[in-house]
């Protein structure tokens, strides 16, 4: 069997990623997923990158040299075209510099978009997946959703900003799709999708 960390400790995350990846290589030998949550001695690195890509493998190579498995972790980015590409990189951090705090996260988002009309709304989210081999090996992909930020909440299901970030091409939020529908065409789909044909040819 092979195993394989997924570098998460965001339960959500876990849930979404189990549904995209393969369950066994192309040889049919099978794959088994670790989380954080299986290793909770190890510490959280700090995740100080200047890009999405540089953040998906601090995470990566951590758990990687903490484990000695084959590491894949990533990075994922909302940018709002009127804040000039902000939060970015901080996105998940975008309240408070010392924590992850959702819904204190949303509710800055409307705030400094606060009277901005609907056509300078536009936004794009971001992901980088990255995979760290024993040995030094890192692969890179990356996915991205264009779309614009409501002006107020909508949906039930998602996490994070999926409740104001509406899909172009769907005239929908993250948040109003169906978790099925949102692993094709979400950003983090299109990333891990492509990081799962590299874990199908392992």
Same mark, same amino acid.
């Given at each position: 069997?092979?195993?394989?960390?997924?570098?998460?400790?965001?339960?959500?995350?876990?849930?979404?990623?189990?549904?995209?990846?393969?369950?066994?290589?192309?040889?049919?030998?099978?794959?088994?997923?670790?989380?954080?949550?299986?290793?909770?001695?190890?510490?959280?690195?700090?995740?100080?990158?200047?890009?999405?890509?540089?953040? +998906?493998?601090?995470?990566?190579? &951590?758990? %990687?040299?903490?484990? /000695?498995?084959?590491? =894949?972790?990533?990075?994922? !980015?909302?940018?709002?075209?009127?804040?000039?590409?902000?939060?970015?990189?901080?996105?998940?951090?975008?309240?408070?510099?010392?924590?992850?705090?959702?819904?204190?996260?949303?509710?800055?988002?409307?705030?400094?978009?606060?009277?901005?009309?609907?056509?300078?709304?536009? +936004?794009?989210?971001?992901?980088? &997946?990255? %995979?760290?081999?024993? /040995?030094?090996?890192? =692969?890179?992909?990356?996915? !991205?959703?264009?779309?614009?930020?409501?002006?107020?909440?909508?949906?039930?299901?998602?996490?994070?900003?999926?409740?104001?970030?509406?899909?172009?091409?769907?005239?929908?939020?993250?948040?109003?799709?169906?978790?099925?529908?949102?692993?094709?065409?979400?950003?983090?789909?299109?990333?891990?999708?492509?990081? &799962?044909?590299?874990?199908?040819?392992?």
């Amino acid at each position: 069997m092979l195993k394989i960390l997924i570098a998460t400790g965001n339960p959500h995350k876990a849930k979404e990623l189990s549904q995209i990846l393969p369950a066994a290589t192309n040889g049919g030998q099978p794959v088994k997923y670790l989380t954080l949550a299986d290793f909770p001695n190890i510490p959280e690195p700090q995740e100080n990158g200047q890009t999405l890509a540089e953040n +998906a493998i601090i995470k990566a190579k &951590a758990g %990687m040299l903490a484990t /000695g498995l084959i590491t =894949i972790a990533d990075d994922t !980015g909302l940018m709002v075209d009127f804040l000039g590409g902000a939060p970015g990189v901080h996105s998940g951090r975008y309240a408070y510099p010392d924590r992850a705090d959702y819904p204190a996260n949303n509710v800055k988002l409307l705030k400094e978009l606060s009277g901005v009309p609907a056509a300078k709304r536009t +936004a794009r989210f971001m992901t980088v &997946a990255a %995979m760290a081999k024993p /040995g030094g090996e890192i =692969i890179l992909k990356e996915g !991205g959703v264009e779309g614009f930020i409501a002006q107020d909440y909508s949906g039930q299901n998602g996490f994070g900003y999926d409740p104001l970030f509406i899909v172009k091409s769907l005239n929908k939020t993250m948040a109003d799709i169906s978790e099925s529908e949102k692993n094709k065409i979400s950003h983090r789909a299109l990333a891990f999708a492509q990081m &799962a044909e590299i874990i199908k040819s392992l």
